[in-house]
Protein backbone atom coordinates (compact mmCIF):
# COMPACT_ATOMS: atom_id res chain seq x y z
CA UNK A 1 0.00 0.00 0.00
CA UNK A 2 2.43 2.61 1.22
CA UNK A 3 5.42 3.22 -1.08
CA UNK A 4 8.65 3.08 0.84
CA UNK A 5 10.61 5.73 -1.66
CA UNK A 6 8.46 8.68 -1.29
CA UNK A 7 7.96 10.63 2.16
CA UNK A 8 4.48 9.76 3.75
CA UNK A 9 2.80 12.93 3.81
CA UNK A 10 3.59 13.38 0.09
CA UNK A 11 1.63 10.13 -0.44
CA UNK A 12 -1.21 11.03 1.54
CA UNK A 13 -1.25 14.19 -0.51
CA UNK A 14 -1.18 12.76 -3.46
CA UNK A 15 -4.53 10.15 -2.85
CA UNK A 16 -6.63 12.93 -1.46
CA UNK A 17 -5.63 14.55 -5.02
CA UNK A 18 -6.69 10.97 -6.79
CA UNK A 19 -9.98 11.50 -5.13
CA UNK A 20 -10.20 14.50 -6.45
CA UNK A 21 -9.41 14.00 -10.02
CA UNK A 22 -11.75 11.06 -10.16
CA UNK A 23 -14.47 12.62 -8.82
CA UNK A 24 -15.06 10.99 -5.31
CA UNK A 25 -13.85 14.13 -3.36
CA UNK A 26 -15.86 17.41 -5.37
CA UNK A 27 -15.01 20.68 -5.19
CA UNK A 28 -16.32 22.71 -2.34
CA UNK A 29 -17.13 19.54 -0.99
CA UNK A 30 -15.54 18.90 2.74
CA UNK A 31 -11.89 17.15 2.68
CA UNK A 32 -11.50 14.62 5.60
CA UNK A 33 -10.14 15.84 8.87
CA UNK A 34 -6.18 15.40 9.85
CA UNK A 35 -7.63 13.00 12.59
CA UNK A 36 -9.89 11.02 10.26
CA UNK A 37 -7.13 10.64 7.63
CA UNK A 38 -4.45 9.32 10.38
CA UNK A 39 -7.16 6.73 11.57
CA UNK A 40 -8.11 5.80 8.18
CA UNK A 41 -4.40 5.05 7.09
CA UNK A 42 -3.21 3.93 10.12
CA UNK A 43 -0.47 6.65 10.37
CA UNK A 44 0.77 9.80 12.54
CA UNK A 45 -1.60 12.36 12.81
CA UNK A 46 1.39 15.05 12.20
CA UNK A 47 2.56 13.10 8.83
CA UNK A 48 -1.38 13.60 8.16
CA UNK A 49 -1.68 17.23 9.06
CA UNK A 50 1.76 17.80 6.85
CA UNK A 51 0.20 16.18 3.82
CA UNK A 52 -3.17 18.52 4.01
CA UNK A 53 -0.58 21.39 4.75
CA UNK A 54 1.37 20.60 1.23
CA UNK A 55 -2.28 20.77 -0.51
CA UNK A 56 -3.36 24.44 1.16
CA UNK A 57 0.02 25.37 0.26
CA UNK A 58 -0.69 23.89 -3.44
CA UNK A 59 -4.52 25.89 -3.48
CA UNK A 60 -5.68 22.43 -3.84
CA UNK A 61 -7.31 23.13 -0.25
CA UNK A 62 -8.51 25.89 1.56
CA UNK A 63 -9.30 26.13 5.32
CA UNK A 64 -12.70 27.36 6.77
CA UNK A 65 -11.88 28.54 10.45
CA UNK A 66 -13.73 26.63 12.95
CA UNK A 67 -15.09 24.04 10.29
CA UNK A 68 -12.16 22.27 9.04
CA UNK A 69 -10.37 21.94 5.15
CA UNK A 70 -12.23 22.09 1.68
CA UNK A 71 -11.69 21.28 -1.91
CA UNK A 72 -11.19 24.65 -3.58
CA UNK A 73 -13.08 25.42 -6.88
CA UNK A 74 -11.06 24.64 -9.71
CA UNK A 75 -8.49 22.20 -7.83
CA UNK A 76 -9.66 19.70 -10.34
CA UNK A 77 -8.89 21.57 -13.43
CA UNK A 78 -5.34 22.71 -11.92
CA UNK A 79 -4.77 18.84 -10.78
CA UNK A 80 -5.59 17.56 -14.48
CA UNK A 81 -3.43 20.42 -16.03
CA UNK A 82 -0.58 19.24 -13.79
CA UNK A 83 -0.56 15.47 -13.88
CA UNK A 84 -1.00 15.91 -18.29
CA UNK A 85 2.42 17.92 -17.82
CA UNK A 86 3.95 15.21 -15.73
CA UNK A 87 2.66 12.55 -17.69
CA UNK A 88 4.89 11.97 -20.67
CA UNK A 89 8.08 12.05 -17.57
CA UNK A 90 5.92 9.70 -15.43
CA UNK A 91 4.17 7.01 -17.99
CA UNK A 92 5.71 7.72 -21.11
CA UNK A 93 9.67 7.76 -20.47
CA UNK A 94 9.36 3.78 -19.08
CA UNK A 95 7.19 3.03 -22.01
CA UNK A 96 9.12 4.51 -24.54
CA UNK A 97 12.31 2.90 -23.13
CA UNK A 98 10.85 -0.47 -22.50
CA UNK A 99 9.90 -0.49 -26.36
CA UNK A 100 13.08 0.24 -27.37
CA UNK A 101 14.41 -2.70 -25.40
CA UNK A 102 11.74 -5.20 -27.24
CA UNK A 103 12.30 -3.22 -30.32
CA UNK A 104 9.05 -1.91 -31.08
CA UNK A 105 9.14 1.06 -33.16
CA UNK A 106 7.14 4.25 -32.60
CA UNK A 107 4.62 2.90 -34.96
CA UNK A 108 4.26 -0.65 -33.18
CA UNK A 109 3.56 1.60 -29.94
CA UNK A 110 0.78 3.70 -31.49
CA UNK A 111 -1.00 0.60 -32.75
CA UNK A 112 -0.95 -0.96 -29.30
CA UNK A 113 -1.82 2.07 -27.51
CA UNK A 114 -4.97 2.47 -30.00
CA UNK A 115 -5.48 -1.29 -29.61
CA UNK A 116 -6.07 -0.70 -25.68
CA UNK A 117 -8.02 2.57 -25.94
CA UNK A 118 -10.50 0.54 -28.18
CA UNK A 119 -11.02 -2.08 -25.57
CA UNK A 120 -11.16 0.20 -22.55
CA UNK A 121 -14.80 2.18 -24.28
CA UNK A 122 -15.78 -0.87 -25.41
CA UNK A 123 -15.50 -3.06 -22.14
CA UNK B 1 0.84 12.33 52.11
CA UNK B 2 -1.57 11.43 49.85
CA UNK B 3 1.00 9.71 47.69
CA UNK B 4 2.07 7.90 51.07
CA UNK B 5 -1.83 6.85 51.53
CA UNK B 6 -1.87 5.90 47.61
CA UNK B 7 1.21 3.46 48.13
CA UNK B 8 -0.75 1.46 51.43
CA UNK B 9 -3.63 1.34 49.40
CA UNK B 10 -1.25 -0.42 46.66
CA UNK B 11 0.35 -2.29 49.34
CA UNK B 12 -3.26 -3.48 50.63
CA UNK B 13 -4.38 -4.13 47.26
CA UNK B 14 -3.25 -7.72 49.00
CA UNK B 15 -5.94 -7.28 51.81
CA UNK B 16 -5.05 -11.16 51.68
CA UNK B 17 -1.49 -11.09 52.63
CA UNK B 18 -1.68 -8.07 54.99
CA UNK B 19 -5.18 -8.74 56.94
CA UNK B 20 -6.45 -11.75 55.88
CA UNK B 21 -3.97 -14.09 56.29
CA UNK B 22 -2.23 -13.34 59.51
CA UNK B 23 -5.52 -13.22 61.38
CA UNK B 24 -6.56 -16.60 59.74
CA UNK B 25 -3.22 -18.14 61.07
CA UNK B 26 -4.04 -16.08 64.58
CA UNK B 27 -7.41 -17.92 64.73
CA UNK B 28 -6.61 -21.23 63.37
CA UNK B 29 -3.56 -21.40 65.97
CA UNK B 30 -5.99 -20.26 68.62
CA UNK B 31 -8.52 -22.73 67.78
CA UNK B 32 -5.97 -25.11 67.50
CA UNK B 33 -4.20 -24.07 70.97
CA UNK B 34 -8.00 -24.42 72.43
CA UNK B 35 -8.49 -27.66 71.23
CA UNK B 36 -5.67 -29.08 72.77
CA UNK B 37 -6.39 -27.13 76.05
CA UNK B 38 -9.77 -28.89 76.64
CA UNK B 39 -8.23 -32.36 75.66
CA UNK B 40 -5.32 -31.48 78.86
CA UNK B 41 -8.22 -31.20 81.62
CA UNK B 42 -5.24 -30.06 84.04
CA UNK B 43 -5.17 -27.13 87.16
CA UNK B 44 -1.90 -26.33 86.03
CA UNK B 45 -0.56 -23.27 84.30
CA UNK B 46 -0.81 -24.13 80.54
CA UNK B 47 0.66 -21.97 78.05
CA UNK B 48 0.47 -21.90 74.42
CA UNK B 49 2.03 -19.04 73.53
CA UNK B 50 2.94 -20.65 69.85
CA UNK B 51 -0.33 -19.64 68.75
CA UNK B 52 -0.24 -16.02 69.27
CA UNK B 53 3.73 -16.41 68.20
CA UNK B 54 2.90 -18.09 64.64
CA UNK B 55 1.58 -15.09 62.57
CA UNK B 56 4.79 -13.22 63.50
CA UNK B 57 6.79 -15.86 61.73
CA UNK B 58 4.79 -14.93 58.55
CA UNK B 59 5.04 -11.25 58.65
CA UNK B 60 9.06 -11.80 57.67
CA UNK B 61 7.36 -13.28 54.98
CA UNK B 62 5.05 -10.42 54.41
CA UNK B 63 8.17 -7.80 54.63
CA UNK B 64 9.92 -10.12 52.04
CA UNK B 65 6.85 -10.22 49.59
CA UNK B 66 5.69 -6.20 50.67
CA UNK B 67 9.44 -5.28 48.46
CA UNK B 68 10.35 -7.95 46.52
CA UNK B 69 7.04 -8.19 44.70
CA UNK B 70 5.51 -4.75 44.93
CA UNK B 71 8.05 -2.49 44.67
CA UNK B 72 8.59 -2.75 40.91
CA UNK B 73 4.95 -2.17 40.62
CA UNK B 74 5.13 0.95 42.48
CA UNK B 75 8.05 1.85 40.26
CA UNK B 76 6.04 1.21 37.32
CA UNK B 77 3.23 3.27 38.77
CA UNK B 78 5.74 6.54 39.03
CA UNK B 79 6.11 6.25 42.56
CA UNK B 80 9.13 7.62 44.33
CA UNK B 81 10.98 5.47 46.41
CA UNK B 82 10.99 7.37 49.85
CA UNK B 83 6.60 7.05 49.22
CA UNK B 84 6.96 3.48 48.81
CA UNK B 85 9.10 3.14 51.99
CA UNK B 86 6.98 5.12 54.42
CA UNK B 87 3.45 4.01 52.72
CA UNK B 88 4.93 0.72 53.24
CA UNK B 89 5.94 0.70 56.73
CA UNK B 90 2.76 2.34 57.78
CA UNK B 91 0.48 -0.52 56.26
CA UNK B 92 3.22 -3.11 58.28
CA UNK B 93 2.63 -0.78 61.57
CA UNK B 94 -1.12 -0.34 61.09
CA UNK B 95 -1.28 -4.38 60.63
CA UNK B 96 1.12 -4.91 63.27
CA UNK B 97 -1.53 -2.54 65.32
CA UNK B 98 -4.65 -4.10 64.51
CA UNK B 99 -2.58 -7.82 65.71
CA UNK B 100 -1.39 -6.45 68.73
CA UNK B 101 -4.77 -4.83 69.70
CA UNK B 102 -6.15 -8.74 68.81
CA UNK B 103 -3.35 -9.71 71.42
CA UNK B 104 -4.50 -7.16 74.20
CA UNK B 105 -8.46 -7.90 73.46
CA UNK B 106 -7.26 -11.59 74.35
CA UNK B 107 -4.85 -10.80 77.23
CA UNK B 108 -7.65 -8.89 78.81
CA UNK B 109 -10.33 -11.99 78.28
CA UNK B 110 -7.39 -13.82 80.46
CA UNK B 111 -6.60 -11.69 82.77
CA UNK B 112 -10.34 -11.63 83.51
CA UNK B 113 -11.19 -15.27 83.47
CA UNK B 114 -7.96 -16.26 84.75
CA UNK B 115 -6.84 -17.94 81.75
CA UNK B 116 -10.23 -18.84 79.93
CA UNK B 117 -11.58 -20.45 83.52
CA UNK B 118 -8.84 -23.27 82.34
CA UNK B 119 -6.25 -21.54 83.44
CA UNK B 120 -4.78 -21.91 80.04
CA UNK B 121 -2.67 -18.56 78.16
CA UNK B 122 -2.18 -17.47 74.68
CA UNK B 123 -0.51 -14.18 76.16
CA UNK B 124 1.92 -14.26 78.87
CA UNK B 125 0.55 -15.06 81.94
CA UNK B 126 0.71 -13.83 85.50
CA UNK B 127 0.41 -9.89 84.28
CA UNK B 128 -2.50 -7.69 85.08
CA UNK B 129 -3.15 -3.83 85.05
CA UNK B 130 -0.79 -1.75 83.65
CA UNK B 131 1.40 -4.65 82.36
CA UNK B 132 -0.78 -5.72 79.69
CA UNK B 133 -0.57 -2.92 77.16
CA UNK B 134 3.03 -2.77 77.92
CA UNK B 135 2.89 -6.57 76.56
CA UNK B 136 0.53 -5.53 73.49
CA UNK B 137 3.03 -3.10 72.46
CA UNK B 138 6.19 -5.44 73.03
CA UNK B 139 4.22 -7.96 70.53
CA UNK B 140 3.77 -4.73 68.14
CA UNK B 141 7.23 -4.16 68.77
CA UNK B 142 7.85 -7.61 67.57
CA UNK B 143 5.79 -7.67 64.91
CA UNK B 144 7.45 -4.84 63.14
CA UNK B 145 10.77 -6.09 63.97
CA UNK B 146 10.06 -9.38 62.24
CA UNK B 147 8.80 -7.66 59.43
CA UNK B 148 11.39 -5.35 59.32
CA UNK B 149 13.82 -8.01 58.89
CA UNK B 150 11.96 -9.60 55.71
CA UNK B 151 11.59 -6.44 54.53
CA UNK B 152 15.70 -5.17 54.70
CA UNK B 153 16.90 -8.95 53.72
CA UNK B 154 14.53 -7.62 50.32
CA UNK B 155 16.63 -4.64 50.56
CA UNK B 156 20.18 -6.01 50.77
CA UNK B 157 18.75 -8.86 48.05
CA UNK B 158 18.16 -5.81 45.64
CA UNK B 159 20.77 -3.43 46.52
CA UNK B 160 23.37 -5.94 46.24
CA UNK B 161 22.39 -9.19 44.83
CA UNK B 162 21.39 -12.48 46.55
CA UNK B 163 25.21 -13.60 47.40
CA UNK B 164 25.17 -10.83 49.53
CA UNK B 165 22.46 -11.06 51.38
CA UNK B 166 23.38 -14.79 52.07
CA UNK B 167 26.75 -13.71 53.23
CA UNK B 168 25.10 -11.28 55.53
CA UNK B 169 23.27 -13.24 57.11
CA UNK B 170 25.79 -16.05 57.66
CA UNK B 171 28.16 -13.72 58.94
CA UNK B 172 25.21 -12.23 61.38
CA UNK B 173 24.65 -16.02 62.58
CA UNK B 174 28.26 -16.26 63.39
CA UNK B 175 28.89 -12.97 65.39
CA UNK B 176 25.47 -14.20 67.04
CA UNK B 177 26.54 -17.66 67.72
CA UNK B 178 30.30 -16.37 68.52
CA UNK B 179 28.48 -13.77 71.03
CA UNK B 180 26.38 -16.48 72.81
CA UNK B 181 29.34 -18.60 72.77
CA UNK B 182 31.72 -15.84 74.74
CA UNK B 183 28.80 -14.96 76.80
CA UNK B 184 28.27 -18.40 78.45
CA UNK B 185 31.98 -18.90 78.65
CA UNK B 186 33.35 -16.25 80.23
CA UNK B 187 29.97 -16.73 82.82
CA UNK B 188 28.92 -13.27 82.17
CA UNK B 189 24.73 -14.86 81.37
CA UNK B 190 23.99 -13.72 84.44
CA UNK B 191 24.90 -9.92 83.48
CA UNK B 192 23.37 -10.15 80.37
CA UNK B 193 19.75 -11.86 82.14
CA UNK B 194 20.15 -9.28 84.77
CA UNK B 195 20.32 -6.11 82.37
CA UNK B 196 17.16 -7.64 81.19
CA UNK B 197 16.05 -8.37 84.15
CA UNK B 198 16.51 -4.09 84.93
CA UNK B 199 15.52 -2.94 81.74
CA UNK B 200 11.84 -4.91 81.98
CA UNK B 201 9.29 -5.68 79.46
CA UNK B 202 8.72 -2.04 78.57
CA UNK B 203 12.72 -1.27 78.32
CA UNK B 204 13.44 -3.80 76.41
CA UNK B 205 10.40 -2.70 73.68
CA UNK B 206 11.94 0.57 73.64
CA UNK B 207 15.52 -1.08 72.78
CA UNK B 208 13.68 -3.14 70.04
CA UNK B 209 11.83 -0.16 68.96
CA UNK B 210 15.40 1.63 68.21
CA UNK B 211 16.20 -1.12 66.41
CA UNK B 212 13.04 -1.21 64.12
CA UNK B 213 13.81 2.65 63.67
CA UNK B 214 17.75 1.88 62.75
CA UNK B 215 16.43 -1.06 60.50
CA UNK B 216 13.39 1.00 58.77
CA UNK B 217 16.16 3.91 57.91
CA UNK B 218 19.13 1.43 57.05
CA UNK B 219 16.46 -0.39 54.63
CA UNK B 220 15.36 3.41 53.32
CA UNK B 221 19.03 4.35 52.10
CA UNK B 222 19.21 0.78 50.44
CA UNK B 223 15.81 1.12 48.62
CA UNK B 224 17.23 4.49 46.93
CA UNK B 225 20.12 2.96 45.16
CA UNK B 226 17.92 0.63 43.98
CA UNK B 227 18.00 -0.07 40.13
CA UNK B 228 15.75 -1.83 37.81
CA UNK C 1 10.29 24.57 22.03
CA UNK C 2 10.10 23.56 25.45
CA UNK C 3 11.98 19.94 25.75
CA UNK C 4 10.13 17.12 27.59
CA UNK C 5 13.24 15.07 27.94
CA UNK C 6 16.52 16.16 27.98
CA UNK C 7 19.43 13.33 27.43
CA UNK C 8 22.84 14.88 27.52
CA UNK C 9 25.77 12.32 27.27
CA UNK C 10 24.71 9.96 29.11
CA UNK C 11 26.58 6.91 29.99
CA UNK C 12 25.65 3.72 31.83
CA UNK C 13 27.87 1.01 33.29
CA UNK C 14 27.86 -2.50 34.18
CA UNK C 15 31.22 -3.22 35.42
CA UNK C 16 33.21 -3.49 32.38
CA UNK C 17 30.12 -3.36 29.95
CA UNK C 18 29.44 0.29 28.66
CA UNK C 19 25.49 -0.29 28.34
CA UNK C 20 25.03 3.64 26.90
CA UNK C 21 27.83 5.17 25.36
CA UNK C 22 27.70 9.32 25.72
CA UNK C 23 24.38 9.19 24.48
CA UNK C 24 22.63 12.62 23.82
CA UNK C 25 18.92 13.73 22.46
CA UNK C 26 15.96 15.39 23.21
CA UNK C 27 12.37 14.37 23.13
CA UNK C 28 9.65 17.17 22.06
CA UNK C 29 6.08 17.49 23.37
CA UNK C 30 3.29 15.78 21.44
CA UNK C 31 5.34 13.77 19.01
CA UNK C 32 5.58 9.66 18.88
CA UNK C 33 9.20 8.88 18.62
CA UNK C 34 9.97 5.06 17.92
CA UNK C 35 13.39 4.40 19.78
CA UNK C 36 14.31 0.86 18.28
CA UNK C 37 17.52 -1.31 18.17
CA UNK C 38 18.97 -4.56 18.82
CA UNK C 39 18.36 -6.80 21.80
CA UNK C 40 20.91 -5.32 24.33
CA UNK C 41 21.12 -1.84 22.01
CA UNK C 42 20.26 -0.08 25.48
CA UNK C 43 16.80 0.83 24.99
CA UNK C 44 15.23 -0.64 28.22
CA UNK C 45 18.22 0.53 30.42
CA UNK C 46 17.71 4.33 28.32
CA UNK C 47 14.15 4.15 29.11
CA UNK C 48 14.66 2.89 33.09
CA UNK C 49 17.30 5.76 33.42
CA UNK C 50 15.05 8.62 32.05
CA UNK C 51 12.28 7.67 34.04
CA UNK C 52 14.66 7.46 37.62
CA UNK C 53 14.63 3.82 38.22
CA UNK C 54 17.99 3.07 37.26
CA UNK C 55 21.21 5.40 37.74
CA UNK C 56 23.32 6.98 34.88
CA UNK C 57 26.90 6.42 35.35
CA UNK C 58 27.98 9.89 33.88
CA UNK C 59 26.27 12.53 32.13
CA UNK C 60 22.48 14.54 32.62
CA UNK C 61 19.10 13.92 32.12
CA UNK C 62 16.09 16.58 32.44
CA UNK C 63 12.40 15.78 32.55
CA UNK C 64 10.03 18.90 32.33
CA UNK C 65 13.62 20.67 33.11
CA UNK C 66 14.34 18.77 36.65
CA UNK C 67 15.41 15.92 37.64
CA UNK C 68 13.88 12.82 37.65
CA UNK C 69 15.36 11.05 40.53
CA UNK C 70 13.01 11.21 43.39
CA UNK C 71 11.12 13.96 42.33
CA UNK C 72 7.17 13.31 42.55
CA UNK C 73 5.69 15.91 40.54
CA UNK C 74 7.99 15.03 37.69
CA UNK C 75 7.41 11.06 37.75
CA UNK C 76 3.86 11.01 38.06
CA UNK C 77 4.20 12.89 34.90
CA UNK C 78 5.87 10.06 33.10
CA UNK C 79 4.84 6.58 32.84
CA UNK C 80 6.99 3.58 31.62
CA UNK C 81 5.04 0.30 30.76
CA UNK C 82 8.40 -2.89 29.95
CA UNK C 83 7.89 -5.60 28.78
CA UNK C 84 8.41 -8.05 31.80
CA UNK C 85 6.67 -6.24 34.45
CA UNK C 86 5.84 -7.95 37.82
CA UNK C 87 2.98 -7.35 39.50
CA UNK C 88 2.27 -7.55 42.94
CA UNK C 89 1.07 -11.16 44.33
CA UNK C 90 -1.91 -12.65 43.67
CA UNK C 91 -3.20 -9.36 42.32
CA UNK C 92 -6.19 -8.51 39.08
CA UNK C 93 -5.81 -6.68 36.74
CA UNK C 94 -8.97 -4.72 38.24
CA UNK C 95 -6.27 -3.99 41.18
CA UNK C 96 -3.75 -2.90 39.06
CA UNK C 97 -5.98 -0.29 36.93
CA UNK C 98 -7.49 0.70 40.56
CA UNK C 99 -4.11 2.05 41.86
CA UNK C 100 -2.86 2.97 38.34
CA UNK C 101 -6.19 5.60 38.60
CA UNK C 102 -4.52 6.96 42.24
CA UNK C 103 -1.33 7.63 40.85
CA UNK C 104 -1.43 8.87 37.40
CA UNK C 105 -3.21 12.49 37.06
CA UNK C 106 -4.39 11.76 33.77
CA UNK C 107 -5.89 8.99 33.92
CA UNK C 108 -9.49 8.24 32.33
CA UNK C 109 -11.40 5.24 33.58
CA UNK C 110 -13.54 5.08 30.08
CA UNK C 111 -10.64 4.35 27.55
CA UNK C 112 -9.25 1.84 30.04
CA UNK C 113 -13.20 0.15 30.18
CA UNK C 114 -13.08 0.41 26.39
CA UNK C 115 -9.74 -1.01 25.88
CA UNK C 116 -10.01 -4.08 28.81
CA UNK C 117 -12.94 -4.61 26.47
CA UNK C 118 -11.69 -4.42 23.03
CA UNK C 119 -8.49 -6.73 24.38
CA UNK C 120 -11.07 -8.99 26.08
CA UNK C 121 -9.14 -9.07 29.10
CA UNK C 122 -10.63 -11.28 32.07
CA UNK C 123 -10.09 -8.27 34.76
CA UNK C 124 -10.85 -10.88 37.88
CA UNK C 125 -8.55 -13.20 36.82
CA UNK C 126 -4.91 -13.22 39.11
CA UNK C 127 -2.15 -11.71 36.96
CA UNK C 128 -0.08 -14.74 37.50
CA UNK C 129 -2.93 -16.75 35.67
CA UNK C 130 -2.86 -14.16 32.32
CA UNK C 131 -1.74 -15.68 28.87
CA UNK C 132 1.59 -13.55 27.88
CA UNK C 133 -1.19 -11.55 25.59
CA UNK C 134 -3.29 -10.73 28.18
CA UNK C 135 -0.01 -9.50 30.72
CA UNK C 136 1.11 -7.58 27.87
CA UNK C 137 -2.48 -6.35 27.53
CA UNK C 138 -2.79 -4.99 31.44
CA UNK C 139 0.73 -3.06 30.80
CA UNK C 140 -0.91 -1.61 27.36
CA UNK C 141 -4.22 -0.70 29.38
CA UNK C 142 -2.20 1.11 31.73
CA UNK C 143 0.17 2.99 29.63
CA UNK C 144 -2.57 4.10 27.09
CA UNK C 145 -5.59 4.57 30.04
CA UNK C 146 -3.00 6.79 32.29
CA UNK C 147 -2.45 9.80 29.44
CA UNK C 148 1.05 10.55 30.69
CA UNK C 149 2.65 13.74 29.09
CA UNK C 150 5.43 11.00 28.63
CA UNK C 151 5.09 7.70 28.16
CA UNK C 152 7.54 4.97 27.21
CA UNK C 153 6.22 1.72 26.00
CA UNK C 154 8.71 -1.29 25.65
CA UNK C 155 8.12 -4.32 23.49
CA UNK C 156 4.04 -3.33 24.51
CA UNK C 157 2.59 -6.49 22.71
CA UNK C 158 4.51 -9.71 23.34
CA UNK C 159 2.25 -12.51 22.99
CA UNK C 160 -0.59 -10.12 20.92
CA UNK C 161 -1.94 -11.88 17.63
CA UNK C 162 -2.13 -9.59 14.74
CA UNK C 163 -5.79 -8.36 15.54
CA UNK C 164 -4.33 -7.19 18.73
CA UNK C 165 -1.68 -5.10 17.48
CA UNK C 166 -3.89 -3.61 15.32
CA UNK C 167 -6.20 -2.60 17.82
CA UNK C 168 -3.15 -1.37 20.15
CA UNK C 169 -2.07 0.75 17.26
CA UNK C 170 -5.71 2.07 16.25
CA UNK C 171 -6.31 2.73 19.76
CA UNK C 172 -3.07 4.49 20.55
CA UNK C 173 -3.59 6.61 17.27
CA UNK C 174 -6.87 7.28 18.27
CA UNK C 175 -6.53 8.81 21.97
CA UNK C 176 -3.25 10.27 20.66
CA UNK C 177 -5.31 12.18 18.15
CA UNK C 178 -7.51 13.64 20.74
CA UNK C 179 -5.11 14.02 23.58
CA UNK C 180 -1.58 14.49 22.10
CA UNK C 181 1.45 13.93 24.12
CA UNK C 182 5.01 12.24 24.10
CA UNK C 183 5.05 8.78 23.28
CA UNK C 184 8.07 6.58 22.74
CA UNK C 185 7.83 3.04 21.42
CA UNK C 186 10.33 0.70 21.68
CA UNK C 187 10.00 -1.90 19.73
CA UNK C 188 11.61 -4.98 16.50
CA UNK C 189 8.32 -4.56 14.72
CA UNK C 190 9.63 -1.69 12.85
CA UNK C 191 7.89 -1.64 9.78
CA UNK C 192 4.27 -2.52 11.68
CA UNK C 193 4.59 1.04 13.51
CA UNK C 194 7.10 2.94 10.88
CA UNK C 195 3.83 4.72 9.77
CA UNK C 196 2.80 6.12 13.26
CA UNK C 197 6.08 7.00 14.27
CA UNK C 198 7.12 10.96 13.75
CA UNK C 199 10.47 10.87 14.21
CA UNK C 200 13.09 7.64 14.79
CA UNK C 201 16.03 7.27 17.28
CA UNK C 202 18.13 4.37 16.79
CA UNK C 203 20.70 2.48 19.34
CA UNK C 204 23.28 0.20 18.35
CA UNK C 205 25.86 -0.54 20.72
CA UNK C 206 24.74 1.91 23.32
CA UNK C 207 25.24 4.70 20.84
CA UNK C 208 22.54 6.58 18.78
CA UNK C 209 23.42 5.85 15.18
CA UNK C 210 19.88 7.44 13.97
CA UNK C 211 17.96 9.95 14.80
CA UNK C 212 15.97 11.69 12.12
CA UNK C 213 12.37 12.13 10.75
CA UNK C 214 10.71 8.91 9.90
CA UNK C 215 10.27 10.53 6.65
CA UNK C 216 14.02 11.70 5.98
CA UNK C 217 14.75 8.35 6.69
CA UNK C 218 12.11 7.20 4.15
CA UNK C 219 14.39 8.07 1.39
CA UNK C 220 17.51 7.83 2.94
CA UNK C 221 19.07 4.51 1.37
CA UNK C 222 17.93 2.80 -2.02
CA UNK C 223 19.19 -0.88 -2.90
CA UNK C 224 20.97 -0.71 -6.44
CA UNK C 225 20.90 -4.45 -8.34
CA UNK C 226 22.10 -5.34 -11.92
CA UNK C 227 25.15 -6.54 -13.20
CA UNK C 228 28.43 -7.14 -11.03
CA UNK C 229 30.71 -4.02 -12.99
CA UNK C 230 27.68 -1.66 -13.69
CA UNK C 231 26.48 -1.82 -10.08
CA UNK C 232 30.46 -1.05 -8.82
CA UNK C 233 30.61 1.78 -11.46
CA UNK C 234 27.36 3.74 -9.98
CA UNK C 235 28.17 3.14 -6.13
CA UNK C 236 31.87 3.84 -6.19
CA UNK C 237 31.83 7.13 -4.03
CA UNK C 238 28.72 6.82 -2.44
CA UNK C 239 28.21 5.38 1.48
CA UNK C 240 27.48 1.80 0.95
CA UNK C 241 25.98 -0.31 3.68
CA UNK C 242 25.28 -3.24 2.75
CA UNK C 243 26.27 -5.61 -0.18
CA UNK C 244 24.84 -8.95 -1.46
CA UNK C 245 26.06 -10.64 -4.74
CA UNK C 246 24.57 -14.03 -6.57
CA UNK C 247 27.31 -14.96 -9.19
CA UNK C 248 27.36 -12.04 -11.98
CA UNK C 249 24.34 -10.01 -9.85
CA UNK C 250 24.96 -7.63 -7.03
CA UNK C 251 22.40 -5.69 -4.83
CA UNK C 252 24.18 -2.78 -2.92
CA UNK C 253 22.31 -0.92 -0.46
CA UNK C 254 23.49 2.53 -0.59
CA UNK C 255 23.08 5.87 1.30
CA UNK C 256 21.69 9.06 -0.38
CA UNK C 257 19.53 10.75 -2.89
CA UNK C 258 19.18 9.89 -6.02
CA UNK C 259 18.89 13.14 -8.64
CA UNK C 260 17.31 12.85 -11.84
CA UNK C 261 20.92 12.26 -13.23
CA UNK C 262 21.14 9.49 -11.29
CA UNK C 263 18.05 7.75 -12.66
CA UNK C 264 18.71 8.23 -15.59
CA UNK C 265 21.65 6.80 -15.33
CA UNK C 266 20.47 3.51 -13.70
CA UNK C 267 17.64 3.63 -16.43
CA UNK C 268 20.63 3.30 -19.11
CA UNK C 269 22.53 0.67 -17.34
CA UNK C 270 19.45 -0.90 -16.88
CA UNK C 271 19.88 -1.52 -13.11
CA UNK C 272 16.91 -2.02 -11.05
CA UNK C 273 16.26 0.51 -8.18
CA UNK C 274 14.11 -0.42 -4.70
CA UNK C 275 13.38 1.54 -1.96
CA UNK C 276 14.35 0.33 1.36
CA UNK C 277 11.82 0.04 4.70
CA UNK C 278 12.41 1.64 7.52
CA UNK C 279 13.04 -1.88 9.35
CA UNK C 280 15.82 -2.73 6.42
CA UNK C 281 17.23 0.47 6.92
CA UNK C 282 17.76 0.09 10.90
CA UNK C 283 18.99 -3.72 9.95
CA UNK C 284 21.12 -2.38 7.73
CA UNK C 285 22.65 0.61 9.90
CA UNK C 286 23.18 -1.55 12.77
CA UNK C 287 25.13 -3.96 10.86
CA UNK C 288 27.04 -0.82 9.16
CA UNK C 289 27.89 0.41 12.30
CA UNK C 290 28.98 -3.59 13.57
CA UNK C 291 31.23 -3.75 10.61
CA UNK C 292 32.82 -0.02 11.59
CA UNK C 293 33.43 -1.10 15.04
CA UNK C 294 34.84 -4.27 13.93
CA UNK C 295 37.00 -2.83 11.32
CA UNK C 296 38.10 -0.54 14.38
CA UNK C 297 38.55 -2.99 16.46
CA UNK C 298 41.04 -5.15 13.97
CA UNK C 299 42.90 -1.75 13.14
CA UNK C 300 44.01 -1.76 17.03
Known amino acids: MVDDSKALFLQIAERIEDSIVDGHLAEEAQAPSTNELAAFYRINPATALKGIGLLVDKGVLYKQRGIGMFVASGARQALLKERRAAFSDTYLEPLVAEAHKLGLSADDLAALINQRFSERTAG | MTRVVTVMRLQFVNRRTYVGMPLVILSGAFLLAILILLLVPTDELKFAGGAVAAPLWYFSVVGWQALALTFPFSQAMSTTRRDFHLGTLLTAATTAGILATFYLVISLIEAATGGWGMNGYFTIPGLSGSQLPVAALSYFVVACLLFLFGYTCAAIAKRWGGVVLTSVLTGLSIVLALAIILVIRSGSWGTVVTWFVTQGLLGTTLWGLLLAVLMAYGSYLMIRRVEH | ?300
Open chain 3, 1 to 300: MTKVVEVKDLTKRFGNTVALDEVSFNLEPNTIYGLLGRNGAGKTTLMSIITAQAFASSGKVQVFGEEPYENAGVLRRMCFMRDNQVYPDSSKPVHAFRIARLCFPNWNQALAERLVADFRLPVATPIKKLSRGQLSAVGAIIGLAARAEVTFFDEPYLGFDAAAREIFYDRLLEDYAEHPRTIVLSSHLIDEIANILERVIVLDNGRVILNDATDDLRDRAVVIRGDNTKVAAFTAGRAVIHRQALGALSAVTVLGHLTHQDRAALTANDLDVSPVTLQQLVVRATQAAAGTAADQGAAR
